[in-house]
Each structure stands twice: as structure tokens, then as C-alpha cells.
């Protein structure tokens, strides 16, 4: 018999088995427990992710932890960079990749099947872009996104770096308008279709 001991998130779960038949019960028994509390399951927001291997899932699992929230930094250049080799650093521990092996970073993202951290932390943060244009004006997000500041002068030297300016950063690399990106996020499923395409490109350039 198993039992679920501990949920972290009361709107993200994951469930680990061995076989269907052990993820079928462990659903069945989340899914009870969820209604005894009155709270519902969306089908449509649930993923299987099968696996011979313990590497994917070991890899998503820290790689969603250390990217937590990151659709909403503002992070500069070296920053991405610090990330990204301590990404790739993990992910040559986890494939069992030594130094000594010689493997540039290029093959060892194609063994883990996995793109790189820029492209990551701009697909998160255009995905995000995209939600916010959508919301109905009035939410707070939206405000701060599009607000500017009635009165007051940045102090004297470099400006800091603003959410816009990453922004527009990611715009113009994956050769979208940066001045009017609406039309293009207006619709959800376009939207995400273009973001992917134009991550891939820019990545492609990259390497």
C-alpha cells in the first residue's frame, strides 16, 4: 500500500511509479484525497512522462527547482552565463560526463536532449510575456508590465536593468517587434507556436 504523505504544492503534484498499474492507483487515491478537501484535478493540465531511465526525470526535476519564477527575472548577461555553467555542470554529472572525456557543451546537451539555458530562460520569459499581454487590463501584472512612473529621475550613471529592457532583449534575438508584440500574443496556441520556432532559430544561430 502507498501513502501520500506530504503534497509541497497544493496546485502542482507529481506522482512517481514503477509501472501504470501503481500510477493509476496513486491517482485514484490523490484524486479521493482531493475531494474529501473539496478540490478537483484538471485533466487538461495533467502530464505522464514515462522514462527507462532515472536521468530525465532527475534532470527535470532539479532543472525545474532551479528555475523557479525565472519568467519574471530580470538577469543580466554574466548572470545567464553563471546558470548556464552550472547547469551544464549538473547535467555532466547526472550523464556520468568527466572532463576527461573531452565533450564540448554542444554534445552533451544533445545527449541529454535538451536546449540550452538561454533558451530556457527566454522561452519562460516570452511564454510569460505573452500571458500578461493577454489578461484584461486592470490586473496588477499587467499595470506594472505597461506602468511607467509619473515623476521622480533615475540617479546619475548606468540605468539598472529593467524587466522591459530584458524584454526587449528577448524580442529582438528571436526577431520579434519589440515595440508592439500584441498581435502577435494575442492568440495562446500562435503565440507559443511562434515563441518555440523562434527560440530554436535564435539557439541555431548560437551554436
Not at 527575472?73 to 556520468?96: D, M, P, V
Not at 568527466?98 to 539555458?117: E, F, G
Amino acid at each position: 500500500m502507498t501513502l501520500v504523505r506530504k503534497m509541497l504544492f497544493a496546485d502542482d503534484a507529481a506522482l512517481a511509479a514503477h509501472s501504470e498499474k501503481a500510477l493509476q492507483q496513486l491517482i485514484e487515491r490523490l484524486a479521493h484525497a482531493c475531494n474529501e478537501f473539496g478540490l478537483t484535478t484538471r485533466l487538461k493540465k495533467t502530464n505522464v512522462m514515462a522514462t527507462s531511465s532515472a536521468y530525465p526525470l532527475a534532470i527535470t526535476h532539479w532543472s525545474c527547482i532551479l528555475l523557479y519564477c525565472s519568467e519574471t527575472w530580470t538577469i543580466y548577461k554574466h548572470q545567464e552565463r553563471r546558470l548556464s555553467a552550472f547547469y551544464l555542470r549538473n547535467l555532466r554529472k547526472i550523464l556520468g560526463i568527466t572532463w576527461q572525456d573531452r565533450v564540448s557543451n554542444k554534445d552533451v546537451l544533445a545527449k541529454a536532449n535538451l536546449p540550452s539555458m538561454f533558451a530556457l530562460l527566454s522561452q519562460r520569459r516570452l511564454r510569460w510575456l505573452g500571458h500578461v499581454v493577454r489578461m484584461q487590463l486592470g490586473r496588477i501584472p499587467k499595470d506594472i508590465l505597461y506602468g511607467e512612473l509619473s515623476a521622480g529621475n533615475r540617479p546619475t550613471g548606468r540605468p539598472h536593468l529593467r524587466f522591459k529592457d530584458v524584454r526587449k532583449r528577448d524580442l529582438r534575438s528571436d526577431n520579434i517587434n519589440p515595440v508592439d508584440p500584441e498581435p502577435y500574443a494575442a492568440d495562446r496556441d500562435s503565440w507559443r507556436v511562434k515563441v518555440k520556432k523562434c527560440v530554436r532559430l535564435s539557439e541555431e544561430r548560437r551554436n
